[in-house]
C-alpha cells in the first residue's frame, strides 16, 4: 500500500512575507544596520563621546586643528565654582559642564608647594611659556586668604570651598595630583580651528540629521495623510481644492520654499523641523490620494458604508492599513531628503546656529581647511552625510521591493 505525503499550505500573513524578503536582501539589511548604529550612538550621546561637555563645546585654541590621532597632555585645574553632577538621563541629553579648566601642556615639575608647567605648541619655534598653580589650587578650589605652607615641615593648611579643614602633606598633595588631576587625552580625529575634540562634535551632530528627519517626515505624514485621505475619499470640491493646493506648493521649488519658511520662523534648531516637514507633505499627499482613489470602491468599502461605520472609522481603520506600504517606502526616501536640506540650510547660515554641532554647519566652518593640509575637516561630515542619505534611499528601495505583493521570492 502506498502512503502519498499530504502537502499542508500554511498561511502567512503578508507583514511577514515582506520582512522575510527584506532579511534576503544583503543591501537593505545593512544599511538598516548602520542606520541603527548611528541612531544608538545618538541615543547614547554624550555619555560615549570624547568630550562629554554640552554640545561638545569645549574649546582650547592652543589646540586648534590638531591631527587625528594627536595626544595631549592635560591639567585639570580645580574651578572656584562645582556643578552637581546630573542624573543618567540629563547626561545622556544635554551633557555635564566640568567642574575643572582643562589646560594643556607639554611638560611638568614639582617645586616646593607648586607645580610649574610648560605650555603645549604645535611647533618648536621660540621658548615655551611657563606657568605655575599652587598644589592646592589644583585639587581644591581654596578660599582666598585661607593658604598657608609650612616649609620646615613640608605641609600646606587650607580651607576648601565647602568650608572643610585639610592638612596635607607636600608628597600626599603630588601623588593626588599625579593619579587624578594629570590626564592624557587622544583627538581620535583631530580638533576643529577651535580646538574642540572632532569626533564628539560628529557624534553629536548625527542627532541634528536624524531629529531633522524624523520629526519632518512626522510633519509632513500628519499632513499628507490627512489631506490626501480628504481629497481621495470623499472627492467632488474637496478633492479640487486639495490638488490646486498641492499643485501650487509643488510648484515652488522645495529649497527656496524651505528657505522663505525659514526666514518667515526665524532661523534656529526647531524652525528647522518645521520648515522642512511643512515643504515635504506634498508627496505623501499625492500617494495617498492615489491609493485611496483605486480602493474606496472596493467591497470592503462598502461593506463599511452597509453596517454604518462613520467615514472617518473606514478611512483610517480600514482603508490606510492597506495602503502603507508606498507610504513607508516615501517617508524613508523623505528622510534622506531631510537630512541633504537640513545639511544645505546649515551650510547657508540660516539652519542650526553655532555653537550646536551640525553637520551642514561643520562643513561651513572647515571648508577652508580642502586646499590647506586638513581637508578631512570637511571631507568627514559630508561623507557622514553621503553615508547616511545613501542608507536610507537604499533601504527605502529594498522596502519597496520586499513590500511590493507581486514580487515574489526566489523560494516561493
Known amino acids: 500500500m502506498l502512503f502519498r505525503k499530504r502537502e499542508y499550505i500554511s498561511g502567512t500573513s503578508l507583514s511577514k512575507l515582506a520582512w522575510k524578503k527584506l532579511l534576503q536582501n544583503k543591501i537593505g539589511i545593512g544599511s538598516m544596520i548602520f542606520i541603527l548604529l548611528i541612531v544608538f550612538i545618538s541615543i547614547l550621546g554624550y555619555l560615549i563621546t570624547p568630550d562629554p561637555t554640552p554640545l561638545a563645546n569645549a574649546q582650547a585654541l592652543e589646540l586648534a586643528a590638531l591631527k587625528p590621532g594627536t595626544d595631549v597632555n592635560i591639567l585639570q585645574l580645580a574651578q572656584n565654582k562645582t556643578y552637581k553632577r546630573k542624573n543618567f538621563i540629563n547626561r545622556m541629553l544635554f551633557g555635564q559642564l566640568r567642574n575643572y579648566d582643562a589646560l594643556s601642556y607639554s611638560n611638568y615639575r614639582f617645586e616646593a608647594d607648586q607645580i610649574i608647567t610648560d605650555e603645549y605648541t ?7 611659556q611657563k606657568h605655575s598653580y599652587l598644589l592646592a589650587n589644583v585639587y581644591d578650589a581654596i578660599l582666598p586668604d585661607s593658604y598657608s605652607y609650612n616649609e620646615s615641615k613640608q605641609t600646606v593648611s587650607y580651607l576648601t570651598v565647602d568650608s572643610v579643614l585639610k592638612n596635607r602633606t607636600i608628597a600626599e598633595l603630588q601623588n593626588l595630583i599625579i593619579n587624578e588631576k594629570l590626564k592624557r587625552k587622544i583627538f581620535i580625529l583631530g580638533s576643529d580651528r577651535y580646538g574642540r575634540d ?20 512626522s510633519i509632513a505624514l500628519i499632513i499628507g495623510i490627512l489631506l490626501g485621505s480628504l481629497a481621495g475619499f470623499f472627492r467632488s470640491w474637496v478633492d479640487h481644492l486639495i490638488v490646486w493646493l498641492i499643485n501650487v506648493v509643488w510648484s515652488i521649488p522645495t529649497l527656496l520654499l524651505v528657505i522663505a519658511i525659514t526666514f518667515a520662523l526665524g532661523r534656529g534648531f526647531w524652525q528647522v523641523f518645521i520648515a522642512v516637514g511643512l515643504t515635504m507633505w506634498v508627496e505623501v499627499a499625492r500617494i495617498v490620494r492615489g491609493q485611496i482613489l483605486t480602493i474606496r470602491e472596493k467591497e ?20 490606510l492599513p492597506n495602503i502603507m506600504s508606498p507610504i513607508i517606502v516615501i517617508s524613508a526616501a523623505n528622510f534622506a531628503s531631510a537630512i541633504l536640506i537640513e545639511a544645505g540650510l546649515s551650510f547657508l547660515g540660516i539652519g542650526v546656529q553655532p555653537p550646536m554641532p551640525s553637520w551642514g554647519t561643520m562643513i561651513k566652518e572647515n571648508y577652508a581647511y580642502i586646499i590647506l593640509d586638513s581637508a578631512y575637516l570637511a571631507i568627514l561630515p559630508g561623507i557622514a552625510i553621503m553615508l547616511m542619505v545613501l542608507a536610507f534611499m537604499l533601504l527605502g528601495n529594498s522596502l519597496r521591493e520586499a513590500l511590493d505583493v507581486r514580487i515574489k521570492s526566489k523560494n516561493e
Request: charged content about 15%; overall charge positive.
Open 122 to 128: 604645535q611647533d618648536s619655534i621660540g621658548d615655551l
Open 198 to 217: 572632532y569626533l564628539s562634535r560628529l557624534m553629536i551632530g548625527a542627532r541634528v540629521s536624524l531629529s531633522v528627519g524624523f520629526i519632518s517626515v
Open 300 to 319: 470592503f468599502v462598502e461593506a463599511g458604508r452597509a453596517l454604518g461605520f462613520t467615514n472617518f472609522r473606514i478611512i483610517f481603520n480600514h482603508i
